[in-house]
Nanobody, 119 residues
Framework: QVQLVESGGGLVQPGGSLRLSCAAS????????MGWYRQAPGNERELVAT????????NYADSVKGRFTISRDNAKNTVYLQMNSLRPEDTAVYYC????????????WGQGTQVTVSS
């Protein structure tokens, strides 16, 4: 089992920045990748960015490339999402995800943190 605790959401003006954090606990050794997804009202949950815990390779949604950066601190079992040049359309609940791949693939989710971009 993996537990995830997110922090760092809030209200920011367009063009501003926020950093989200996600601390993992439990069976850390089993985590293959971690990432961030978001869900706006009326929309499906969508991928924002992922990072492979082993080699650090990353993947981003086209809508956030060049503005968001995902990173990890393996010593702290924490993943970060640095969000710059925020836009109103980035407003959503952001969820941390951890994926384990041991015999089968299992996704774990954090409780979500609200990000609101508004003037």
């Amino acid at each position: 089992q993996v537990q995830l605790v997110e922090s760092g959401g809030g209200l920011v003006q367009p063009g501003g920045s926020l950093r989200l954090s996600c601390a993992a606990s439990g069976t850390i050794f089993s985590i293959y990748s971690m990432g961030w997804y978001r869900q706006a009202p009326g929309n499906e949950r969508e991928l924002v960015a992922t990072i492979i815990t082993g080699d650090g390779s990353t993947n981003y949604a086209d809508s956030v490339k060049g503005r968001f950066t995902i990173s990890r601190d393996n010593a702290k079992n924490t993943v970060y999402l640095q969000m710059n040049s925020l836009r109103p359309e980035d407003t959503a609940v952001y969820y941390c995800n951890a994926r384990t791949v041991i015999f089968t693939t299992t996704d774990y989710w954090g409780q979500g943190t609200q990000v609101t971009v508004s003037s």
